[in-house]
């Protein structure tokens, strides 16, 4: 009897941190657009000394609080995203392109993670699909495209922001900051569509484990049969 290692209690730990994560990110775009609208004051001198010890104290705490979450989030989800791409071969019901390993070692290795979490999630969501019996399910993978697009296009310009400015001087902080909303918001975009993503292979999951109970237990029917 095949038996898959249950990994629905993962995706809810992931999808409860990721949760979190979007308020955190949500706080964070208000402070920054808070912090926006006090640089411009500033550049007028129309500001305390109070209001900007305020504003710097209550970014950086968002900002603590946003890091101490994703990284939970990276460790639940590469959890979670391991134990989905390895249960694809023990169901023995289809071979994954990749070894399991690679579902949590390819987010870390230098230009390899630009495409290959990629492929790994498209494994996980046509493959699982097609392990089902009968194939319950049948949905499209376009969302894991615009998802690794939008990802990697925050990426690069996160990068870029903390890479080439300085901010040393209001205007440089203002530039800074509203960069920061602008790809705060496309991260929070990237967000929302895996967490629909990691919905959905939950489905694709609990389908292929009721699909393999089912073929076992019209196994155990024909056999008995045979024995009457």
Not at 157 to 179: D, H, M, P, Q
Not at 190 to 195: G, K, M, R
């Amino acid at each position: 009897m095949i038996v898959l290692p249950d990994n629905s209690q993962r995706a809810k730990n992931s999808l409860i941190a990721f949760y979190v994560l979007g308020f955190i990110q949500i706080a964070f775009m208000i402070s920054a657009f808070l912090q926006y609208l006090l640089l411009k004051r500033m550049q007028n001198g129309d500001y305390t000394q109070q209001e900007a010890t305020t504003n710097d104290i209550r970014h950086q705490i968002i900002a603590y609080a946003n890091i101490a979450v994703y990284l939970i989030c990276i460790v639940l989800f590469i959890l979670w995203f391991r134990r989905a791409y390895n249960n694809l071969n023990l169901s023995n019901k289809a071979n994954t392109k990749y070894a399991e390993g690679w579902a949590a070692g390819a987010w870390f290795v230098p230009f390899i993670n630009l495409a290959r979490p990629y492929f790994i999630m498209q494994e996980i969501w046509e493959k699982t699909q097609e392990a089902t019996h009968n194939l319950i399910t049948n949905k499209k993978g376009k969302i894991i495209g615009w998802w690794w697009v939008i990802w990697i296009i925050n990426n690069i310009g996160t990068n870029f922001i903390n890479r080439y400015f300085k901010e040393t001087s209001v205007e440089e902080l203002i530039i800074s900051t509203s960069a920061s909303i602008i790809f705060n918001f496309i991260e929070l975009v990237a967000l929302v569509l895996l967490i629909i993503i990691m919905k959905n292979v939950m489905v694709f999951e609990k389908n292929l484990h009721e699909s393999l109970l089912k073929e076992e237990e019209s196994e155990s029917e024909d056999k008995l049969n045979f024995v009457i």
